[in-house]
């Protein structure tokens, strides 16, 4: 399923979900704001691809619902659906990511997943590996499949970054980037809540302004933790170096020569 790494450390990593975690420096509003700030004059960039996603998407999931309840071509479009899916939330990630950079910004972004046939392969068998991995940790017991799903979660973030990864070095990175900031992944989710009520009672109508802000903190978040990650990383050379034993020099004997 995974290396024998992952397995090794379940115990601490399952100790680190509980609690005992590095304190990140953004809080979960420190997010939120920056977020709103990073929104501010791009709201009706973020509505309209929210837009343009859930269009997109009902309307290619229709053939799966005309079709006969039960026939073979229905599942076979549910599969396509399912990744058509799939691909438009990895656009609108990358859409959000945008925003949180700051950079410009480009309604093409949305469709990143289909910029050639090799990235688009390598997104797909990205999702279904973590698909299967989650399925079987869940398998196993819960917290274990809840603390993975927050270990993976910035797996698509990496991808965008650095599309010659592969799908396992992708996940593995995600994994390794959200070891001690899984806990602060899940409070930041926690303190949506009020919102993602507001687009139940609203009957979706909310979710035009949440999506935007929720998936820009998220980047956010992710931006983050990237950075603090790849400091780590520069630092670990000079760490290593400096840990490295040194063979003691032997002074010389000297001899004194009886005359």
Same mark, same amino acid.
């Given at each position: 399923m995974e290396n024998k790494e992952d397995i090794q450390?379940? #115990? #601490?990593?399952?100790e680190v979900f509980e609690g005992r975690e590095e304190a990140m420096a953004a809080s979960a509003a420190d997010?939120? @704001?920056?977020?709103?700030? @990073?929104?501010?004059?791009?709201?009706?960039?973020?509505?309209?691809?929210?837009?343009?996603?859930? +269009?997109?998407?009902?309307?290619f999931s229709l053939p799966e619902y005309i079709a006969d309840e039960g026939s073979s071509f229905g599942d076979i479009w549910g599969i396509i659906s399912t990744t058509f899916s799939w691909c438009m939330w990895f656009g609108l990630m990358a859409c959000f990511l945008d925003v949180a950079r700051k950079t410009h910004l480009s309604y093409k972004r949305l469709f990143t997943a289909f910029r050639n046939v090799e990235f688009f392969f390598k997104f797909v068998i990205t999702e279904i590996l973590q698909t299967i991995f989650l399925i079987?940790?869940?398998? +196993? +017991?819960i917290i274990p499949g809840i603390i993975k799903y927050y270990s993976y979660a910035m797996t698509e973030f990496i991808l965008m970054d650095h599309p010659e990864y592969g799908p396992l070095q992708?996940?593995?990175e995600s994994r390794k980037m959200m070891y001690g900031h899984?806990? #602060?992944? !899940?409070?930041?989710?926690?303190? !949506?809540?009020?919102? !993602?009520?507001?687009?139940?009672?609203?009957?979706g109508i909310a979710?035009?302004?949440?999506?935007?802000?929720y998936s820009t903190a998220r980047a956010k978040f992710y931006l983050d933790i990237k950075k603090e990650y790849e400091k780590k990383l520069a630092a670990a050379p000079i760490q290593e170096a400096e840990?490295?034993?040194t063979e003691p020099v032997e002074e010389e004997k000297e001899f004194e020569v009886e005359e």
């Open positions: 450390v379940e #115990q #601490q990593e399952t997010i939120r @704001a920056y977020a709103r700030e @990073a929104l501010h004059g791009k709201w009706g960039y973020g509505i309209i691809v929210w837009l343009l996603l859930m +269009l997109l998407d009902t309307l079987c940790w869940y398998l +196993l +017991l992708a996940i593995t899984r806990m #602060q992944l !899940f409070i930041l989710g926690l303190s !949506f809540i009020g919102w !993602f009520l507001l687009c139940i009672i609203t009957l979710s035009l302004w949440v999506v935007p802000y840990t490295i034993p």
